[in-house]
């Protein structure tokens, strides 16, 4: 009786041990308040240190490979992807924006997730004819349920004096 117990949870755990873990699909989304340049997603080219940013005269000088189409990429539980947040600006004056905290979609798959990307209560600045980018980094647990998940930050456009204020590294530090 002992064998055919044991033989019968090894029957039944089998495919959840054995099991390969389904792609989730994410999305990254955006919503633009008074700021209309557009966010880009791009994988990472070579090896730039997390949160990397910099605001420079052509995509070229920044670390990134092929762009992420539709800002939507596959990635199995237990697994990490980094990636870099592209902002051109296209007109002749400095734009200032900060990033409102992202929300999940559907809310009930926000657990098992982490993305380090750019909602920190930090301003950023990209100079006239340039282009910004920082490397960010999303990681998905084990154990995460769901097939598919977007996340949606805010882009909201501020002035230079509010800028100012929130420039400094007190976005970095913990509370």
Not at 13 to 37: K, S
Not at 38 to 44: H, N, R
Not at 100 to 113: D, K, R
Not at 145 to 173: C, Q
Request: glycine share 6%; aromatic share 14%; with cysteine.
């Amino acid at each position: 009786m002992r064998v055919f117990r044991t033989l019968l949870y090894l029957v039944l755990l089998f495919p959840l041990v054995g099991a390969a873990a389904e792609p989730v699909r994410i999305n990254i989304a955006w919503e633009y308040v008074d700021f209309t340049q557009p966010m880009k997603l791009y994988e990472v080219k070579g090896r730039p240190r997390l949160w990397q940013m910099e605001s420079v005269k052509s995509l070229a000088d920044a670390p990134v490979g092929a762009p992420i189409t539709e800002s939507s990429f596959l990635i199995e539980p237990g697994e990490e992807k980094r990636f870099v947040l592209v902002l051109h600006n296209d007109s002749d004056e400095t734009k200032y924006f900060f990033a409102a905290p992202h929300t999940a979609a559907p809310s009930a798959y926000a657990l098992g997730f982490m993305f380090k990307c750019l909602c920190i209560n930090k301003a950023y600045t990209v100079g006239p004819r340039e282009t910004w980018y920082r490397v960010v980094k999303f990681k998905l647990f084990d154990g995460f349920v769901g097939k598919e998940l977007t996340l949606t930050h805010g882009v909201i456009g501020i002035d230079e004096e509010r800028a100012r204020a929130f420039a400094n590294e007190e976005g970095f530090r913990e509370f």
